[in-house]
């Protein structure tokens, strides 16, 4: 299942966010926000629902995506909550044309609640 899930203030949309869940696995696909309301953190209002609405339906894990070296990201993940995982794209090894693009075998970090 996807979902959209955006943080309204006057009518006017914030910050949103497309999501995907399956049985208690969910995964974030895309987000974003309007940077003129960045000092209102419209973003974790919006990643808190999600995690409430996931909770609520059952979900277990939910992986908010990964950026190396991102420092923010990191500080932003764990104020809702995340832990670190390191994970492995397979893919890149799979699928000879991904590994030429990304260059061999890369851990990723992904975070979880």
């Known amino acids: 299942k996807t979902k959209i899930m955006v943080a309204y203030l006057e009518g006017r ?5 497309i999501f995907c869940y399956y049985r208690n696995t969910a995964g974030a696909f895309a ?13 974790d209002f919006v990643q808190s629902e999600i995690i409430r609405f996931l909770i609520a339906a059952g ?19 764990k104020k809702l909550g995340a832990k670190v995982h390191r ?5 890149r090894h799979r699928f000879p044309q991904l590994k030429k693009m990304f260059g ?3 851990p990723e970090q992904k975070s979880h609640f």
């Open 13 to 17: 949309p914030v910050a949103a966010a």
């Open 31 to 43: 987000a974003g926000m309007d940077y003129e309301y960045q000092k209102m953190r419209p973003a």
């Open 59 to 77: 979900v277990k894990e939910y992986n908010m995506g990964g950026q190396l070296g991102s420092k923010s990201l990191d500080i932003f993940k």
């Open 87 to 91: 994970s492995y794209l397979v893919g």
């Open 104 to 106: 061999g075998f890369q």
